[in-house]
């Protein structure tokens, strides 16, 4: 697992109502089936992780493990998954020091100046990928806010955009 504080830097940050806080990432397996091999992989996904792969767009859940919508054919599953059950129904690759998470709670106005989604229509579970202020990020719809996953490379100015668009938010009195 990696660990956010090696990552991001400043955070916790809260600035009125709003909190930017790094959040710890266990493994992460890209998952990506082969053409007519869709079921054959959610028969193993099921037996080993509990769960299939969600829809487009959106994310799942199991006692076991997270998985997320990447991309048409792409799934990012969050945990212990024993990809070499895999083999010959998916192509996989190990993510986990790719990225870096944010959680933003109380912060669709903060988003509203970052990104070209309306994160406050969107429900929970629901995912988007997008642009964030020239960052390529996903973002996970939660309740009372929002997850940020972006490559780890942009850590520091991904908080460092969050954190001016805080305190832009906060001095127009729009929140706390």
């Not at 990552?7 to 940050?13: E, K, N, S």
């Not at 091999?37 to 493990?65: F, H, R, T, Y």
């Not at 202020?133 to 520091?156: C, D, F, H, K, Q």
Request: glycine share 10%.
């Amino acid at each position: 697992m990696l660990e956010a504080q090696h990552i991001f830097t400043g955070l916790p940050l809260t600035i009125g109502a709003v909190r930017l806080e790094a959040v710890d990432l266990p493994e992460i397996t890209l998952v990506a089936p082969f053409k007519g091999q869709m079921m054959a992989v959610a028969d193993v996904l099921k037996a080993d992780i509990g769960m299939v792969l969600p829809p487009a767009g959106q994310c799942g859940e199991s006692p076991k493990a997270k998985a997320y919508w990447r991309a048409p054919g792409q799934w990012l599953v969050f945990g212990r998954l024993d990809a070499p059950k895999l083999a010959g129904m998916a192509a996989t690759a190990d993510m986990s020091d790719a990225f870096g998470r944010l959680r933003l709670m109380g912060g669709a106005d903060v988003l509203a100046r970052l990104v070209e989604v309306d994160v406050a229509t969107m429900p929970v579970g629901q995912v988007a990928h997008t642009d964030l202020a020239g960052i390529p990020a996903t973002m996970i719809v939660v309740e009372g806010g929002v997850e940020l996953m972006l490559p780890r490379s942009y850590a520091g100015s991904a908080v460092a955009r969050i954190a001016m668009a805080m305190k832009s938010v906060a001095a127009r009195g729009l929140v706390g």
